[in-house]
């Protein structure tokens, strides 16, 4: 059920794949039921050195994939709030521009009303002078 090492990977276990050796001095156990290998306890400092590096490398690795991730959250949230401005700015804008035209056309109005009434001041001036012409005609007349 367990074989080690000293087969030097040439005998494939039950199931298993070959076992693989570097060194013919460590003894591996393998289990059958599991598939892994056991280090001898004398490497287990040795082991627990690697696996906790590996441990921080996949940290690292999973550290720099969450602060990628939280980035283009925050990337995607800006252009979000960047469009919501721009949609309400542009809603103002619009409001802002339609009231300026309606004061343009209002001014327009009051432009046209204020030629005509201007027009109709010289006219009753003109009436004014020749009443005062026809007055002072009669009173050159009466004297």
């Not at 030097?8 to 591996?28: M, Y």
């Not at 949609?87 to 009231?99: D, I, N, Q, Y």
């Not at 009436?127 to 002072?136: F, G, L, M, Q, W």
Request: overall charge positive; some cysteine; glycine content about 6%.
């Amino acid at each position: 059920m367990v074989a080690t090492t000293r087969e030097q990977g040439k005998r494939r276990p039950a199931g298993g794949p070959p076992i693989p050796t570097a060194n013919a001095s460590l003894f591996f156990t393998y289990d059958e039921a599991t598939h892994l290998l056991t280090p001898p306890t004398s490497s287990i400092c040795v082991w627990r050195v690697v696996f906790d590096r590996r441990r921080c490398l996949v940290d690292a690795v999973q550290a720099e994939r969450m602060r990628a991730g939280l980035e283009e959250a925050q990337r995607r949230h800006v252009r979000a709030l960047v469009a919501a401005v721009a949609c309400a700015t542009m809603g103002r804008v619009r409001a802002a521009e339609a009231k300026l035209d309606r004061a343009r056309c209002h001014n327009s109005e009051l432009e046209e009303k204020l030629r005509q009434i201007s027009a109709e001041g010289q006219a009753w001036m003109g009436v004014a002078k020749s009443h005062e012409a026809v007055a002072a005609g009669l009173r050159a007349t009466l004297d």
